[in-house]
């Protein structure tokens, strides 16, 4: 499965003819200048560009009017500590008289593709589609409905919707989409039908027949570090607070979620979700020191709290790993709290200990004792 950044799945889009903003992507020290000529006068959008939905809740886009603007909302957009990414797309802004919400989502159970659709786009389609105002058409990709086919069997407002889903569900079925979301789309000032937004994940084990989704994958991988440093280490280290002051060096996807949530509701600020992997770092054992690496390139991230719980594993086969991590990050200024826990943790802690490292076999203690280093390193 490959999540597709929004000017992907527009560029996309525009190939299968459907209407989209043109668009330029920014870093985050780019020169502006060039945006008037290479998307047009303004108002612009500017929109961060993060593989996920409900930008507008915290503010990931936002509409300005001059240069001057777009350079103080991308730096603006920068400094939030919601999201980390890497560039903005800016787009023309082309205001819609309405705003309608068309998805095509694989359903497994019936073996096709199901088009939702709804007048009722952009940020109420959540309620509509939790309280069933929508309405909806199952499909053979080897037959995607046209507009004749989707209007005969779909009440659409108007017959631009009927040809904007028929061209939507060729797309999904020729490309190996298993979402595509236009939303929202509507009709501009001269009555053209634009997408406004796209959301697009596809079937990466398609790849075979979709060669695009390499170049797309290798893409996303340059624009997005922590994905990057996925398919570089078969791991997890994503950054979700670029200030955060708690790095996590742990095993286990669950588990690092549920320290996410543990060190918030401790009025902390995590730096990371991080998911190691136990056998992984057995095979690769420089993958510990690129974990190091990213955790010391963070000048915020003071406090470390590395949380070991054996599975089926067994903390002695990678305690040595673990004690080189926190000799670095000690040296570095770091603060380092260990948990151990599972088959063997009391003698991988005793071999911690020895360099003086306090480990801990509660994760409560660990946590709260995380929280009273935190507020030191603050003072």
């Not at 078969?234 to 949530?261: H, K, M, P, Q």
């Not at 190691?276 to 470390?304: K, N, W, Y």
């Not at 770091?334 to 076999?361: C, D, K, Q, W, Y």
Request: contains cysteine; charged residues 25%; glycine residues 6%.
């Amino acid at each position: 499965m490959l999540v597709l950044l929004e000017h992907q799945a527009k560029a996309l889009l525009a190939e299968a003819g459907l209407d989209v903003p043109r668009g330029v992507l920014l870093g985050r020290d780019e020169d502006v200048d060039t945006v008037r000529d290479r998307v047009g006068p303004p108002p612009w959008m500017v929109k961060a560009q993060v593989r996920g939905q409900r930008r507008a809740a915290w503010g990931g886009v936002v509409r300005v009017s001059s240069l001057e603007e777009l350079a103080r909302q991308r730096a603006a957009l920068f400094e939030q500590r919601q999201h980390a990414f890497q560039h903005v797309l800016v787009e023309r802004y082309r205001p819609v008289a309405n705003e309608w919400f068309c998805g095509v989502v694989l359903d497994a159970a019936m073996a096709a593709l199901r088009l939702i659709l709804t007048a009722e786009g952009g940020g109420p389609v959540d309620a509509a589609l939790a309280d069933g105002r929508f309405a909806s058409l199952l499909f053979d990709p080897a037959a995607p409905p046209d507009a004749a086919r989707i209007a005969a069997q779909i009440a659409v407002p108007d017959p631009a919707m009927a040809d904007s889903a028929a061209a939507l569900c060729a797309f999904a079925a020729a490309r190996d989409c298993l979402l595509i979301e236009a939303n929202p789309f509507g009709l501009d000032a001269d009555g053209r039908v634009v997408v406004l937004d796209a959301h697009c994940t596809v079937d990466a084990a398609a790849e075979f027949r979709q060669p695009w989704i390499a170049d797309f994958a290798d893409e996303i991988a340059r624009l997005d570090p922590d994905v990057a440093w996925r398919r570089r280490w078969d791991g997890d280290f994503f950054v979700l607070d670029n200030r955060g002051e708690v790095a996590l060096i742990n095993t286990g996807a669950g588990a690092g979620l549920f320290l996410i949530d543990e060190l918030r509701r401790r009025s902390l600020h995590p730096f990371n979700f991080s998911d190691v992997r136990m056998a992984g770092i057995i095979r690769q054992p420089e993958r510990m020191d690129a974990v190091v690496d990213r955790i010391l390139a963070s000048p915020s991230a003071r406090t470390v709290l590395v949380n070991i719980h054996a599975g089926i594993g067994d903390p002695l086969e990678t305690v040595h790993l673990v004690l080189a991590a926190a000799q670095r990050l000690r040296a570095a200024g770091r603060t380092i709290v260990v948990r151990l826990a599972g088959r063997n943790a009391e003698r991988a802690g005793a071999v911690l200990s020895a360099e003086h490292f306090t480990v801990r076999t509660s994760l409560r203690e660990a946590l709260d004792e995380v929280k009273a280093v935190a507020a030191a390193v603050r003072v």
